[in-house]
């Protein structure tokens, strides 16, 4: 029996590989789940989401912990979870140092590597930072490379990698997505009545100082002056980021939360009308359910999402952010109306049994 090992060390990553496990039973391979602590919390909720128990885990992740030792650490014990279980291939999935210290560890055990949300590519080495380099680095360290869109299989193809070996599935998101969307629950946060429902959301790690601080006073602007609006702000633990959020304390038309685990993520983002974010993965469940977004960044890897009517980008600067959001939230917005409708472009929610078939095989 073909062993699969799979590197899970944030909340995204497990997201996007859960779907992976049941189709690798499928296809008569035995997955195995070795748990990072990239982000702890986080993700064991994920996982618990998902009812995946890993066979293996350690403990990345510490506070205020420089990057290299970050790395370090995610290299060393993923190189000891690939001797202990011997695996057939190791899988990681998109840019966290997770995914680049489990595909150098790999290399260096000889072991194959399969990438799952391979090619995304912005072209700008420090944006964002540091996935940008951490996703081309794992594109350099990879046997298979399984591709969200033909954009990212362009992508790939354009850096010399063998089209043999790039295989073109649609992202997994979907398959969490629609497994939300089978599994459905009611969100203990409740929405007012005749209130119009927005979700906010501001993490990236360049956006840290300054630019962060807009965003979230941007937020405060744009439900001071729309007496209709009420937001949802899950906001991350990192304490740069709880300290910008500290500007929407006295707002009451503004509910702070903890990040909830993915199925209540999707519950209440689907409830929701409007979306403000810097994150990458959501820009790709909001295209999927027709919400227009937002997106705090000059630059995006998901330029399918724009190209499709579904995405905005608005910029990291407060006053770009808030003319954005100003335009979709007009009387009888045009825009709003034309970036309200889902799209297919991020895939069909059966990526994940195209890279098992893929993976069996090889």
């Known amino acids: 029996m073909k062993r699969i090992l799979l590197a899970i060390g944030t909340r995204p990553e497990a997201i996007k590989l859960c779907p992976l496990l049941p189709a690798l ?17 986080l993700l064991e909720e994920a996982l618990k989401d998902y009812g995946v128990e890993p066979q293996i885990t350690f403990r990345a992740m510490e506070p205020g912990q420089p990057r290299p030792d970050l790395l370090a650490k995610l290299t060393k014990g993923i190189g000891e979870a690939i001797r202990a279980s011997k695996p057939d291939c190791l899988v990681v999935q998109g840019d966290t140092a997770t995914a680049f210290a489990g595909a150098l560890a790999a290399f260096y055990e000889n072991v194959p590597v399969a990438h799952v949300e391979a090619g995304l590519r912005t072209h700008q080495i420090k944006t964002p930072f540091p996935e940008e380099m951490q996703r081309r680095a794992v594109a350099l360290l990879a046997d298979l490379h399984f591709a969200p869109t033909a954009v990212a299989r362009r992508n790939l193809l354009s850096e010399g990698i063998d089209e043999t070996r790039v295989h073109l599935v649609g992202n997994t998101v979907i398959d969490a997505l629609r497994f939300s969307q089978s599994h459905p629950i009611t969100p203990e946060w409740d929405i007012p009545p005749r209130l119009f429902p927005i979700l906010f959301t501001a993490h990236r790690r360049e956006n840290f100082g300054g630019a962060i601080k807009g965003m979230f006073r941007a937020l ?3 439900v001071e002056t729309h007496e209709n609006l009420f937001a949802f702000c899950p906001v991350h633990a990192n304490p740069k980021v709880r300290e910008a959020a500290k500007v929407l304390e006295g707002c009451d038309r503004i509910r702070v939360i903890d990040p909830p685990g993915p199925v209540r993520f999707h519950a209440l983002l689907s409830k929701c009308r409007l979306v403000m974010t810097d994150s990458g993965g959501i820009q790709e469940e909001v295209t999927a359910l027709g919400i227009p977004t937002v997106v705090m960044r000059y630059s995006t890897e998901r330029m399918e999402g724009v190209r499709a009517g579904c995405l905005m980008l608005s910029g990291t600067h407060e006053d770009g952010i808030v003319c954005a959001v100003n335009a979709l939230l007009r009387p ?9 409708h889902p799209s297919d472009v991020f895939g069909d929610g059966k990526a994940a049994g195209r890279i098992a078939s893929v993976l069996a095989k090889a």
């Open 25 to 41: 039973c499928e296809k008569g391979m035995e997955p195995i789940v070795c748990a990072t602590g990239q982000h702890v919390e």
């Open 332 to 340: 009888n917005s045009e825009l709003y109306e034309q970036m309200s």
């Open 220 to 222: 405060r602007r744009i």
